[in-house]
């Protein structure tokens, strides 16, 4: 059964910088797009970035130029890469996973980033 486990969310101030990891079980598990969404409260699940073995790489304008995705094909993982956090980037961040354009969503279950003073 494929697990996708993320963690690094956490409590972080404006402009400061968090890394979220994403781990996919098992290791051989082969996907073409990893990626990450997140849905803030009140507000529908947003597609933040994604990567995938063609090349193809995406993020969303209001992240462009402070979010990093990467991804490790040996170790199975992907992470991302926040800086100068906002606190409109407050929200639940959840690892996605598809083994085609067209396949269903894997998803994580979702781990917490809040950006406060």
């Known amino acids: 059964q494929v697990q996708l486990v993320e963690s690094g969310g956490g409590l972080v101030q404006p402009g400061r910088s968090l890394r979220l990891s994403c781990v996919i079980s098992?290791?051989?598990?082969?996907?073409?797009?990893v990626g990450w969404y997140r849905q803030a409260p009140g507000k529908q699940r947003e597609l933040v970035a994604n990567?995938?073995?063609?090349?193809?790489?995406y993020y969303a304008d209001s992240v462009k130029g402070r979010f990093t995705i990467s991804r490790d094909n040996v170790k199975n993982t992907v992470s991302l890469q926040m800086n100068s956090l906002k606190p409109e980037d407050t929200a639940v961040y959840y690892c996605?996973?598809?083994?085609?354009?067209?396949?269903?969503?894997?998803w994580g279950q979702g781990t917490q980033v809040t950006v406060s003073s």
């Open positions: 996605i996973a598809r083994r085609s354009l067209s396949a269903p969503i894997v």
């Open positions: 098992p290791r051989d598990s082969n996907f073409y797009v």
């Open positions: 990567k995938n073995n063609g090349g193809g790489l």
